[in-house]
């Protein structure tokens, strides 16, 4: 058992750890800003005409997603490390280093993005300005420089893992992370072959966001359940071991469904199709699992307490952590799974490949499947740093989710329904050519669609206001039992 410096704000890996959330927020921040002035200039190209062009705000919007997201990943791991193993974080002064490191890293990076933009087809671009792969766009000694922290911090990981008490949750982690680290590479090497490429830039898309963080959020949420509402270490770790097994199987087997456009063999079509629709079912059922277990518990416990036995009930010990958890499980499945299975079958994907169907999943699944988790770990974060014993819903907490959630489905909907457009008019009734695309696109529901996409978008961001003001001052509020 950790001792009460370990659990408490005294943990210097939880000193790290709130260092990485703030940093992720910051770089969240920056991803729905930059998201909303691409909404806008969909929608009146000429805004911002001439200093930001909408590759670039697409590369920061998009690059900002991902970076904050490893950011709250290593802080999450740097926050529950303590209590997992019962000892410090080792090697914390290299991880503070490391912070710093690629906290300045990731300011240079986007500060190149946003003024000098392009540069010439030649090795200094790819070196200094942008490697030019979708998602992973950062210049090659960026690259390398992401390699070198996150070696570091596997190393904390496992030199932590190998010296305090082992448990489930760690074990899986530390398992995880060589997979995280390792995946990343098959991104860094250049082919002329533009076929083998993309074959690769799938493997580090695909394998290593949907494997190895699907793994890594399975880890987080078994960790969460057992903090907030005591769950059964047994029971979540069973589910975790068994999300292991699904998530690195079908997730290797589901990296088929990207193969339709590239040349692989066609039996890769169906594979990956089927395969790829498993992946975020473990999670939903750990949650039902713990959930319907608790639930069970917490009634019989009334029924002896009706019965004249003084028995303390059973409580969520952080309702709004609880709530973005119980978010995760259902948005993984509905925006990973059921908007991922809307357009992954060949014989589908033939026709919404590149409309706005892949934006639609995209957002949904990345904010259902990690975002809302993260942010639950945010709010973990702030009850330990505030020696908090039941963190309460605020008015601000709750319009927060709210206005968030509302806005991510509407947002997901609009753009649902621009890419049926786009499918019924640019690829089934004209054939693919190129006056089919500017005919989707002009089409009143498509433009009407992303209307409602901007709208919705200023509905998140306004959410994220409020959760940033809740995260701010919550820690103090009275309402909260201490």
Do not use: C
Request: glycine residues 10%; aromatic residues 16%.
């Amino acid at each position: 058992m950790a001792s009460n410096h370990l659990t408490g704000i005294g943990s210097e890996s939880k000193q790290l750890a709130t260092w990485y959330f703030t940093f992720a927020f910051i770089l969240f921040g920056a991803q729905l800003l930059f998201g909303l002035v691409a909404a806008i200039q969909y929608v009146m190209p000429g805004f911002l005409y001439g200093i930001l062009d909408f590759s670039i705000v697409r590369i920061v919007h998009i690059n900002a997603l991902v970076v904050w997201m490893i950011f709250a990943m290593f802080g999450s791991v740097y926050w529950l490390l303590p209590d997992e193993t019962g000892i410090e974080t080792v090697g914390i002064k290299i991880g503070k280093l490391l912070f710093w490191i690629f906290v300045v890293a990731i300011v240079i990076v986007v500060l190149v993005f946003l003024f000098v933009q392009v540069g010439k087809a030649d090795a200094t671009t790819i070196w200094f300005i942008t490697e030019g792969r979708e998602y992973i766009e950062a210049p090659r000694w960026a690259d390398w420089g992401i390699v070198i922290v996150v070696v570091g911090f596997v190393s904390n990981l496992f030199l932590t893992g190998m010296k305090g008490k082992q448990t489930g949750i760690v074990t899986v982690l530390m398992a995880d992370m060589i997979a995280f680290a390792g995946l990343y590479l098959a991104g860094m090497f250049f082919t002329d072959n533009i076929t083998v490429d993309q074959f690769w830039w799938w493997w580090v898309i695909h394998l290593w966001v949907e494997a190895t963080w699907e793994v890594f959020v399975g880890a987080i949420a078994a960790y969460g359940l057992i903090k907030m509402l005591g769950a059964h270490r047994q029971v979540v770790e069973m589910w975790l071991w068994i999300e292991v097994a699904m998530l690195f199987g079908s997730g290797i087997l589901g990296l088929g469904h990207h193969y339709f456009w590239i040349g692989t063999p066609e039996y890769w079509w169906e594979i990956g199709a089927l395969f790829s629709a498993l992946e975020p079912l473990p999670l939903v059922a750990m949650f039902v699992h713990v959930l319907y277990d608790w639930g069970k518990e917490t009634g019989l416990q009334m029924a002896e307490v009706h019965e004249g036995h003084r028995i303390e009930g059973h409580t969520v010990t952080n309702k709004p952590a609880f709530a973005w958890f119980v978010l995760n499980a259902f948005g993984n499945f509905l925006g990973a799974g059921i908007w991922g299975f809307f357009h992954t079958l060949p014989q589908v994907n033939l026709y919404t490949h590149g409309t706005q169907f892949t934006s639609a999943h995209g957002h949904l699944a990345f904010f259902g499947a990690y975002a809302t988790i993260l942010i639950g770990m945010m709010y973990i974060a702030v009850q330990g740093t505030n020696g908090i014993k039941v963190m309460k819903n605020t008015k601000t907490s709750i319009w927060a989710v709210s206005l968030i959630n509302f806005g991510m489905i509407g947002m997901t909907i609009a753009l649902t329904t621009a890419g049926y457009v786009q499918v019924l008019v640019s690829r089934a009734q004209m054939g693919a050519t190129w006056a089919g695309y500017f005919d989707g696109q002009s089409g009143v529901w498509f433009s009407q669609a992303m209307d409602w996409r901007l709208i919705m978008g200023i509905v998140v961001v306004s959410g994220f206001v409020l959760l940033a003001k809740d995260l701010l001052t919550t820690g103090k509020n009275p309402v909260h039992i201490r």
